[in-house]
């Protein structure tokens, strides 16, 4: 499955229950194909990053319609997962 890194840059002002709220909408959607695997958020930056599993970068978007608004996407790049251990 490709993975996929979204980028999220959200309002000053929103509140833990807000983004609670829009994260438990999109994890109660997603279809059997797509996975939400981690996030960080960036203090200060109000920025969100996301890591996902999907078919496409089009079923990422369509996984986030709901929360769009709280959270815009800046960008999603595919990527590849880089394992550590590979390298000792």
């Known amino acids: ?10 309002p000053e002002d929103v509140s833990q229950d807000a983004v609670i709220k829009a994260a438990q909408a999109v994890q ?7 996975k939400w695997l981690n996030s960080w958020f960036v203090p200060g930056e109000y920025r969100l990053i996301c890591e996902w599993e999907a078919p496409d970068e089009q079923s990422v978007r369509a996984a986030l319609k709901d929360v769009i608004d709280l959270f815009p996407v800046e960008v999603i790049h595919e990527v590849v ?8």
């Not at 109660?28 to 797509?34: A, K």
């Not at 997962?81 to 000792?88: A, D, F, G, S, V």
């Open 1 to 10: 499955m490709t993975r996929f890194i979204v980028f999220h840059k959200g």
């Open 28 to 34: 109660s959607s997603l279809p059997e194909e797509i």
């Open 81 to 88: 997962h880089i394992q550590p251990e590979w390298y000792k």
